[in-house]
């Protein structure tokens, strides 16, 4: 009996494209109005396509037709596919790349990281684009041969499982479901897509009517007294697959799940070999119920294959009654419908687009009428069936038992499919989180970016209740980061609606290479109390630290450390400066507790500093210092200098080599923080004497409010006392890159007790380490501690018109400050480790997707399939400039810079890869080249200047500049 299945598959994305509907709202919006997208043909537009005078004028041709708009239209850029090679694909390869990845996208998975193996199965009609030129036929036939349509989607979106392109003729589309459906619960994968298209490249010329087969006056009159026979229609449909199991412990969105699905072949058990059987027919959809344990009594509707001819459908319903009769005596109680009354027989893809119907009137709690059906075939028995045509809107509501229906598609040949399908389980509701969230948005190119905001801030308009942690999570690790970037901070729908909007919400375009981060700890900050309980209370790993710390410094302090962190914040609360060991350690464990965090997110610096105590924390982030070390060695130090003479600093706005000279007696350099700023310390008379000699050299300075001085002489008493601290701890050699303030570079001792020693004496010298941090192109440095005062300063080192540079600091103790940073790096181009930034609460949703960039590609002057029946046509746009594709006049200005070998290739690749400008940064495979594409050039190549270059040599040197270098390094030895 139904319940929860045991086992089964959930479908947790989908796509699907067929006449009147370029996505499923408007597929569920016009199967809802029982509306039938078959479009009139004018004479004019039939002479358009190409149909001659007597075919015009001849009696049986229907002019109507069912045809997906804009089948021209490709983003070939995303794929990095040529213009030549766009041109010449045929496009049914060319949409289904665009609904596998809109696809992935509604399930929330685009990288086999976070889905594992990835299979594509997928059936495609025959291709009938118009034939290529003799030049490109050899191309065209790898790009054109449907056997290639489930490789190419595995290629071009990276998945790694099995790939299998099917073909059963009018069943394809429900038997590459059916092989998903067993790869996965034979675990040869973890997620599988099941793609199928059926598209017509010259659908626009309507047809000459068949008796019993092809419709006589244009309509798809499934089971009615009245059908003539079917019609062609247009149609792409994608379905991802996972699991059962698996998907409700990942918190999938879960659409439907198919409980069982089952295929066979009729065998010689018909009257021919294009002819149905009932038995076949029957068995399937006994095995299917069978396999699925459930009774014929259990399902409510059956989405029919319904090819409305006068031999099919009789026998269709009485396979279905003799299958049902099985188990139920009712009568009429099982509605059954078909989608081709709506769109046409979608071919290879009609039993996919009949799953994707039913799992939509799951999902909307409605059954759409089946159209133009009035009264029943006369070779049919409904009235001694267990079924009724679905000829109106009717609810189909949750209630007590789960809602279960079948699909069925038959194909020329004898291949019948069945499936078994119930409506998608009740996820439990994940626990609501208040407060901001980071959205990130990302496209390859400007556009496409500015397009998704666009439809985010709509969809927020229309979904102003969601949940906006699962949202934030959603697109942290559903979707693929690209070049161009927007971020923002938000607590609910409408606020991210009104910042999408906002004139002030600019994209970024982020490194073209993952930057380098660094950590950056400052010195002595002091905390007051109750600094980071937002943090302590929201973040875990933030919480361990702090809770290790108060535990391990319990007994030494004789104070319970984490109540630091856990008090409520008072405004005008004085900081811990009192008592220095407690505010040392309080220092320490919050730049710790930070780093950790940012470490558990899967940020990883290639270097660490620290500034003055700071150093510390980075030692201890390097390995050069345990935990528990570092704070014995800061309370240490805490302790000693309450023992050192009152003293005071001074910060100087002037360098240091200006400075020095200048200072009296007893008091000198203790800090050297920028070119043209410095530190001086010492006694109070002394730093008193040496602010009026400076000031009296027109030296701008400022006493800071700290009552002590360090990296100075009056810290020499207490250095023995400290040394013997030192003893007692393990210094081991840094694991990564550690700066040293004392040297200024990342040359020094860590491992030996003398150079901590030195670390308390010496002036430090952080410039010369930020100095020290100028070899990557991209840098980000973030201040890991409380404050933002060494932000300020090593922002001074660089010009300030340098995006490629940047120090981020925490303005905000809290797990929305954090994540602001966090999208501040991520707009940077650095990629955290997403998953880990959220609890294991937090699941999927389904959210608008990627907002293709489309552009005209066909080998034909005028395609039929431009014209729109909602729209009038527009006219294509030019191309966008993106980050593979450089701005007209750029590429126009480089070109003069060319040499005569940079000319050649440059010509020779725009008419290989299609008329696109190029620059010597160009990368051959960015524009979309291919090994096939190759082995042409590099044979043009040799015979144009000829030398023998290997192609390997050739397509190791993939950009002009460097391609042209090879080979004129080639012409040079002879």
Known sequence: MAGEPRLGVAVIGLSVRVAGADDERQFWQNLHAGVDSVFPLSDDELRAAGLTEDLIRHPDLVKCASYINGLDLFDADFFKVSARDAELMDPQQRLLLEMAWTALEDAGYVSEREAGKTA??????????????????????????????????????????????????????????????????????????????GLDSAAQVGWIAVDDALSKDGLCRSFDADASGTRRGDGVAVVVLKRLEDAVADRDPIRAVIRATATNNDGQRKIGFHAPSILG?????????????????????????????ALGDPIEIAALTRAFSRSSERRQYCAVGSVKSNVGHTDTAAGLVGLIKLILALENEALPPSLHYRRPNPNIDFANSPFFVNDKLRPWPRGQRPR????????????????????????????????????VFSALNRESLAASTATFAEHFDAQPT????????????????????????????KDAASKLRAPGAAPVLASH???????????????????GKALYEGEKVFRDVVDRASDFLRPILDFELRQVFCVEAKDGAPPLTAN?????????????????????????????????MGEYTAACVAGVLSFEDMLTLSTARGKLADQVPPGRMLAVFASSENVEGLLPSGASIAAINARDRCTVAGGAPAVEAAKNALEGRGIECRLLDIP????????????????????????????????????????????????????????????????????????????????????????????????????????????????KVLGDAWLLGVEPDWPAVHDDQRKRVHLPTYQFQRQRYWTKATPAQTTDRNTPPSPPSPPSPSPTTPPPSASTDAAKELGPTEQYLGSLWRELLGGKAVALESDFFALGGDSMVALRMAKMVRDHFGVNISLRSLLGAPTLAAMAALIDSHRQKG
Request: charged share 15%; glycine share 8%; aromatic share 8%.
């Open 513 to 531: 290479r993952p930057p380098e981060v660094v950590f950056m700890f400052p010195g002595f900050v002091p905390l007051s109390e109750g600094w």
């Open 580 to 612: 220095k060991p407690r505010s040392f350690a309080a220092l320490m464990t919050a730049e710790y507790a930070l780093a950790r965090t940012w470490l558990a997110w899967g940020i990883k610096p290639s270097a660490v500093f620290g500034h003055s």
């Open 466 to 493: 969601c949940d906006l942690a699962d949202v934030a999570y959603t697109l942290q690790v559903g979707r693929r980061a690209f070049p161009w970037r927007q971020a923002l901070m938000a607590d609910d729908a």
């Open 708 to 819: 002590a001085a360090s990296h100075c002489a009056l810290v020499d008493g207490i250095l023995p006392a400290y040394g013997r601290t030192l003893a007692g701890v393990t210094l081991d050699r840094p694991k990564m890159r550690l700066l040293s303030c004392v040297t200024g570079s990342d040359a020094a001792d860590f491992h030996l007790p003398e150079y901590w020693l030195q670390h308390f004496r010496q002036p430090v010298r952080f410039s010369s380490a930020v100095d020290a941090l100028e070899g990557p192109e991209s840098l980000v440095v973030m201040e890991v501690g409380p404050g933002h005062s060494l932000s300020r300063i090593i922002t001074r080192h660089w010009p300030q018109d340098s995006r490629r540079r940047v120090a981020l600091p925490i303005e905000e103790a809290s797990p929305a400050g954090m994540r």
């Open 120 to 197: 594509v199965f997928a059936g495609l009609s025959e291709c009938n684009y118009p034939p290529p030129s003799r030049s490109d036929a050899l191309q065209a036939q790898f790009l054109r041969y449907s056997g290639y349509g489930a490789a190419r989607i595995a290629y071009k979106l990276g998945l790694t499982g099995p790939a299998l392109t099917l073909f059963t003729a009018c069943s394809t589309g429900l038997v590459v479901a059916h092989a998903a459906c067993e790869a996965l619960l034979t675990n040869q994968c973890d997620l599988a897509l099941a793609c199928a298209a």
């Open 404 to 439: 279960i229906a079948g699909v069925s598609s038959f194909g020329i040949g004898g291949t019948n499919a069945h499936a078994i399908v119930q409506e998608a389980p009740v996820a439990p509701p994940a626990p609501i989180v208040k407060g901001l969230q980071l959205l």
């Open 281 to 309: 027919q029957a068995e399937v959809i006994e095995s299917a119920l069978d396999l699925a344990e459930v009774t014929a009594d259990e399902v409510d509707y059956v989405e029919a294959h319904g090819t409305a001819t």
